[in-house]
């Protein structure tokens, strides 16, 4: 007696375990036989519902109200299906198909625009092409928050370091490592991280700033983005790059620099003297250099700075790294000691570690200045429109030597010098009707006197002799 009733009890165990599995076969059969119209007639319904409405993406069919439009297709299907089935039963039958031609008018009413409006039939037909456009914009907009990465494929290393080589000058072995760190990091993989973290720093007037300006011009299609740390002195400044808080004013504008990354999508951002900057900013900018990614404040969205090269120009300690990248030739102890200048001029250590590679910029020789000189002369010739033929060697001589003795002015200094020497005798050139000049300095002064056709002969000779 006791043997049968384990048994029994077995098998009742069996049976349980084997009832989930049994409904759920039965299940699956009755909606392979029976709820596939329901399936059909939604998916037909959502088709020519894409077609209809342009603008509305298909997710939006399972996301949002408009899921009723579907799910009335997938009861006409299946109610009609369940009339011919029930033909046997009159009643029924009709019941099932009051449903379907119920449901099938709903979904006739949707498609004519009779209910459920979209937003598009509900704004006026003249506005339409215009909403859709800057919604459009609106997802570019989060699409570049995204942020992309930087693409230098199409770019020759040797042809780039030529065509800044022709506009930076005396700082040849500088340019070749920056465009070789620039093409090498471009190629790695990344992610959270801008293209590279680079530091200019030394001599005043040695080309930090132009060098900067060249990689944009010669890698990124002159995308740049300058950031004057100079603007960045006070506490307050750092609403300048990530915008005020939410409910102040200006909070709808966002920040300037947030809002220039997502425009601009990749290329060099230049943070000019990144010393002068507030300590405020510098936490902000700290996780820019870390992650590439900087936090609008007023509206809490993260743009990225993952397609940018990073390059931050520095005065500090000045003189004494220009003293090492002059005399120091090894590459490990002429970042070291410059590190070390750095830090005894009060830079930041948590700044220097975000930093990949810094560049030792050291004074330019005086041939160096006088192709600056012999740049800027041309330049403003040319802005006059006036062709120098030729000038004295006395001229570049004396605007070398002036250059030296105001080096701790930079470069803008020596601009000023040629700007006042040579400007107003190229006008006075131009104004008395002729277009070529040369310069001569006579007794100790500068003179631009026109050029005729026998004094072209002379100077050609010259030059020949």
Request: glycine fraction near 8%.
């Amino acid at each position: 007696m006791s043997t049968r009733h384990a048994t029994a009890e077995r098998m009742g165990e069996g049976l349980g375990r084997l009832f989930l599995p049994m409904v759920a076969v039965i299940l699956a059969i009755w909606f392979a036989l029976i709820a596939w119209p329901a399936i059909l007639t939604a998916a037909i319904a959502i088709g020519f519902a894409t077609r209809r409405w342009r603008g509305v993406a298909c997710r939006h069919y399972g996301r949002t109200l408009k899921v009723v439009l579907p799910i009335t297709a997938a009861f006409a299907g299946q109610a009609t299906v369940l009339a011919f089935l029930l033909r046997a039963t009159p009643g029924l039958a009709i019941a099932a198909g009051v449903v379907a031609a119920s449901c099938l008018s709903i979904v006739i009413l949707i498609f004519e625009g009779r209910v459920m409006k979209t937003i598009f039939d509900l704004v006026p037909a003249d506005q339409q092409a215009d909403l859709a456009a800057q919604l459009d914009g609106l997802d570019a907009q989060a699409k570049r928050a995204e942020g992309q990465a930087a693409d230098l494929a199409g770019l020759d290393p040797a042809t780039v370091i030529r065509a800044i080589e022709r506009r930076v000058i005396g700082q040849n072995a500088i340019v070749e490592a920056v465009v070789s760190t620039t093409f090498r990091r471009a190629r790695l993989a990344r992610p959270g991280k801008p293209v590279g973290v680079m530091l200019f720093v030394g001599a005043t007037g040695a080309g930090k700033t132009e060098l900067a300006k060249a990689i944009a011009a010669a890698c990124f299609s002159d995308r740049l983005i300058r950031v004057d740390c100079n603007e960045l002195s006070e506490s307050h400044s750092v609403q300048r790059l990530i915008g005020p808080p939410p409910g102040y004013q200006g909070a709808e504008q966002g920040g300037q620099l947030c809002r220039d990354l997502a425009r601009v999508g990749t290329g060099v951002l230049l943070l000019d003297e990144i010393e002068k900057a507030d300590p405020a900013a510098l936490k902000v900018l700290m996780n820019l250099l870390d992650e590439a990614r900087l936090t609008e404040q007023s509206t809490g969205r993260t743009y990225s700075a993952r397609g940018f090269l990073i390059v931050l120009t520095s005065n500090a300690a000045a003189d004494a790294i220009a003293q090492v990248a002059s005399v120091e030739t090894d590459p490990v102890l002429r970042e070291t000691k410059t590190k070390d200048a750095l830090r005894d001029e009060g830079f930041l250590p948590e700044i220097l570690a975000r930093i990949d590679s810094i560049f030792p910029f050291a004074p330019l020789s005086s041939r160096d200045v006088a192709r600056v000189v012999e740049r800027f002369l041309l330049k403003f010739a040319r802005d006059v429109g006036i062709e120098l033929v030729s000038a004295d060697s006395a001229l570049l001589l004396d605007l070398v030597t002036k250059a030296h003795k105001t080096r701790d002015y930079g470069i803008r200094e020596v601009v000023r010098s040629v700007e006042n020497a040579v400007v107003d005798g190229l006008i006075d050139v131009k104004d008395r009707g002729y277009s070529r000049a040369l310069i001569r300095v006579i007794d100790g002064r500068v003179s631009v006197q026109p050029v005729t056709a026998e004094a072209t002969t002379n100077v050609t000779e010259g030059a020949h002799a």
